[in-house]
Nanobody, 123 residues
Framework: VQLQASGGGLVQAGDSLRLSCAAS????????MGWFRQVPGKEREFVST????????YYHNSVKGRFTISRDNAKNTQYLQMNSLKPEDTAVYYC?????????????????WGQGTLVTVSS
């Protein structure tokens, strides 16, 4: 499975961005999906995850109410809608996929990773 993340950029605090993660090489509807983020010098941290059907979603407390994860199984793509962005959201965002629908807040729940897309939020 290959994952290609896109949609990052430079925005101001309060703005919105939508990240996309396109999957290829596997059966997308069987994969659990997630988003993580990382800043230099810190560990990669969980942001959000979504079940293979899209009916279950989970968020880190720091993004709850501002970010929305979704997926379109017909397009083999997951999304992360990010609203009310804050400078502390600045990071490289990675999409991840877990075989057998596996999801979780731990890095080790996922089998495949995209290359990352940089989100920079200025104050």
């Amino acid at each position: 499975v290959q994952l290609q993340a896109s949609g990052g950029g430079l925005v101001q605090a309060g703005d919105s961005l939508r990240l996309s993660c396109a999957a290829s090489g596997g059966t997308f509807s069987t994969l659990g999906m997630g988003w993580f983020r990382q800043v230099p010098g810190k560990e990669r941290e969980f942001v959000s995850t979504i079940s293979r059907s899209g009916t279950s979603t989970y968020y880190h407390n720091s993004v709850k109410g501002r970010f929305t994860i979704s997926r379109d199984n017909a397009k083999n793509t997951q999304y992360l809608q990010m609203n009310s962005l804050k400078p502390e959201d600045t990071a490289v965002y990675y999409c991840a996929a877990g075989e057998g629908g596996r999801i979780g807040t731990n890095l080790h729940s996922y089998d495949y990773w995209g290359q990352g897309t940089l989100v920079t939020v200025s104050s």
